[in-house]
């Protein structure tokens, strides 16, 4: 019989693991959204942009996935220059390309259960903050 605290663990190791199955689909928004943003100069485009890098710069850091948190907070803070200039994306057009292009080579490259060591195993939850 396992402990309340087992199964709370078991719990959360289940969400991490849907959660990085859910990840490729997450960045392939995230660009299909950009797309768009460039064509169209969507003003509308990009604060959504920045909404949905934000929840996954926050999301994935917590659940783990540490380097796709990270290059999802700097492509956020991109986005963010962009939205309050409201000048558009040419400035920093090719700067956000190379950010996505990180985010996208975040993304774990193995089954996503084994791609990041979550933080309780390794007892250093910090360097994920």
Do not use: C
Not at 6 to 26: H, I, N, W
Not at 30 to 45: D, Y
Not at 76 to 91: N, T
């Amino acid at each position: 019989m396992s402990t309340p605290q087992q199964q709370f663990q078991q719990f959360l190791d289940e969400q991490r693991q849907a959660y990085g199955r859910s990840l490729p689909g997450k960045v392939g928004q995230i660009e299909a959204i950009w797309r768009l943003a460039v064509a169209n100069s969507g003003v509308a485009s990009l604060a959504e942009l920045e909404r949905l890098v934000h929840t996954l710069a926050g999301t994935a850091g917590t659940l783990g996935f540490v380097a796709t948190g990270h290059a999802a907070k700097a492509l956020e803070l991109l986005l963010q220059r962009v939205v309050q200039s409201g000048a558009g994306v040419a400035g920093l057009h090719s700067d956000i390309e190379r950010a996505i292009g990180s985010l996208q080579d975040s993304l774990p490259v193995t089954d996503a259960a084994a791609a990041e060591t979550p933080p309780h195993a390794t007892g250093t939850a910090e360097e994920g903050l």
